[in-house]
């Protein structure tokens, strides 16, 4: 038993048989030892289940790489039905033209007061409604999202999905349709163009014309500028912790990887743009940065969100040969990482460690409420992970006349 690694790993003292050791001890600690042994196998998670998501959004990461995040059968399939509705751009499409829109694919658009808690819409499928929470201030961008999230699944023929790949393509291919639905192609695209040529190409601008969130701004950047403009570009968007919960990058930058690849939940470095926007003065003014990394230069505009409780920091950048196209390329402000190496901010120093080990306890902060809405490796997979079935059905049979 003493000679299994198993047993070694746990660092126990060894203990020395002798005849002071009575036999009912000894047989108390092998069957321990055996049930320990039995209760580790059964915990094991097979390896084909261990990462299923893990292994989903890295497979579509690299598929988005692969393509220059750019999904030409997306963008068709937006391009027809903004056709179809009459839209010839430029700018944002019209309140009537997202009903239009929704008519366009079967569906009617219903604002409702009592939508469940924990859904942005539910759709009835039989009816063919779309419910959206009433309207406010706060809720129209989002509410115009969500619509065209909901189309997009309909329009690109989902079904419910079975496993996690499934799941995380869903999503992605969902999203990535609401970006081309709210903010057409040709019309970024041109309107890229023209700030390239003043040296002037921001998210905020795609913000503000296309009337959609800072973050999907973001990712309809990443989707057009490589295809029209050549422009190779990285996006991340992490917590005010510093850790990772989405990125992209086909420029070239070296992303904080596990062993596998997983990027979600690491830690980025803390000279990165990301964190370094957090600790300036005004760190909800935009914030620019060249950083020298171990795989070239890289210049970062980063976007702390003013969203209370959250306040998600989402940057988007490119290599410093492209940082010329634009605003906020011509920043003066210049930072020197040297990760994946421990000794540039990941491992504290020698001395540091030598005057703390043993003396300080500290207490971590629970992440759970940030991965709830991410599918996780549970063995039994939720198609919707967070939602409140009951509180969804009672919704529906609410409206549903006769019921
Ligand atoms: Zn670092």
């Not at 040529?197 to 990712?219: C, G």
């Not at 950047?221 to 990285?234: K, Y």
């Amino acid at each position: 038993m003493q000679d299994d690694p198993a047993h070694r790993a746990l660092r126990l003292p060894y203990l020395r048989p002798s005849a002071r050791l009575d036999d009912v001890a000894l047989e108390h600690l092998v069957a321990l030892w055996e049930r320990l042994q039995a209760q580790a196998r059964g915990n094991a998670v097979p390896p084909e289940r261990s990462g299923g998501a893990r292994a989903a959004n890295a497979a579509m990461r690299a598929e988005m790489r692969e393509r220059d995040n750019y999904f030409e059968e997306i963008e068709r399939a937006a391009g027809e039905a903004l056709d179809a509705v009459g839209y010839r751009g430029p700018g944002a499409i019209s309140e009537g033209q997202l009903t239009d829109l929704a008519a366009w694919f079967g569906f009617r658009i219903a604002r409702v007061q009592d939508l469940p808690a924990s859904t942005r819409s539910v759709t009835d499928q039989r009816a063919r409604v779309v419910y959206v929470p009433q309207r406010n201030n706060t809720t129209v961008r989002t509410a115009r999202s969500v619509i065209a999230q909901t189309l997009g699944h309909f329009a690109l023929g989902h079904s419910d999905p079975t496993d996690f790949e499934g799941y995380v393509r869903q999503r992605v291919e969902a999203n990535y349709f609401a970006g081309a639905l709210l903010a057409p192609e040709q019309a970024v695209a041109a309107m890229l163009r023209d700030a390239a040529a003043r040296r002037d190409i921001s998210v905020e601008d795609l913000n503000e014309v296309f009337y959609i969130s800072y973050e999907m701004a973001a990712h309809r950047l990443t989707n057009l500028i490589t295809r029209h403009l050549d422009v190779p570009v990285h996006f991340q968007r992490c917590d005010p912790d510093g850790l990772l919960w989405k990125a992209y990058e086909n420029d070239g930058v070296l992303l904080p990887a596990d062993d596998d690849g997983t990027i979600e939940g690491q830690r980025v470095c803390r000279w990165w743009s990301t964190r370094q926007a957090f600790e300036s003065e005004d760190s909800f003014a935009m914030y620019y940065q060249y950083t020298e990394t171990v795989t070239g230069t890289f210049w970062c505009a980063t976007h702390v969100e003013a969203d209370p409780g959250r306040g998600d920091a989402v940057t988007v950048g490119t290599t410093e040969e492209h940082a010329r196209w634009f605003r906020g390329g011509d920043t003066p402000r210049r930072s020197v990482s040297r990760c994946p190496n421990p000794s540039c901010c990941s491992e504290p120093s020698p001395e540091q460690r030598d005057r703390w080990v043993g003396q300080f306890w500290p207490s971590a902060r629970d992440h759970s409420n940030f991965v709830s809405g991410l599918p996780t490796d549970t063995v039994v997979f939720d198609p919707y992970p967070g939602v409140d079935l009951v509180d969804v059905y009672g919704f529906l049979d609410r409206h549903t006349p006769g019921r």
